[in-house]
Nanobody
Framework: QVQLVQSGGGLVQAGGSLRLSCTASGRTLSLYAMGWFRQAPGKEREFVATTRWSGANLDYADSMKGRFTIYRDTAKTTVYLQMNSLKPEDTAVYYC??????????????WGQGTQVTVSS
């Protein structure tokens, strides 16, 4: 059993910053990689970023690269998503997930509850 609990999110103006966090509990010794995805109403789930717990194989979607940073604290079993230079099109529900570290949501077996990020113009 693995549980993922998210925090952060909220309302921010365009150009601002926000940090999301995701803390894992349960059988955390078996975790391999963490990822972030987002989904807006009526749109497909979109890959954001991923990292292995080792810190290797960092990967970002092109629209997020240079603005978003994924990093982890293994001692706290927590992964973060630092979002800078936010744009209105970044508005979505953001989910953290535990899995194999690919860009496909189907490779992740555990999911957080999601947090709303709203970027105003």
């Amino acid at each position: 059993q693995v549980q993922l609990v998210q925090s952060g999110g909220g309302l921010v103006q365009a150009g601002g910053s926000l940090r999301l966090s995701c803390t894992a509990s349960g059988r955390t010794l078996s975790l391999y990689a963490m990822g972030w995805f987002r989904q807006a109403p009526g749109k497909e789930r979109e890959f954001v970023a991923t990292t292995r717990w080792s810190g290797a194989n960092l990967d970002y979607a092109d629209s997020m690269k240079g603005r978003f940073t994924i990093y982890r604290d293994t001692a706290k079993t927590t992964v973060y998503l630092q979002m800078n230079s936010l744009k209105p099109e970044d508005t979505a529900v953001y989910y953290c997930a535990a899995g194999s570290g690919t860009r496909w949501y189907g490779d992740y077996g555990y999911w957080g509850q999601g947090t709303q990020v709203t970027v105003s113009s």
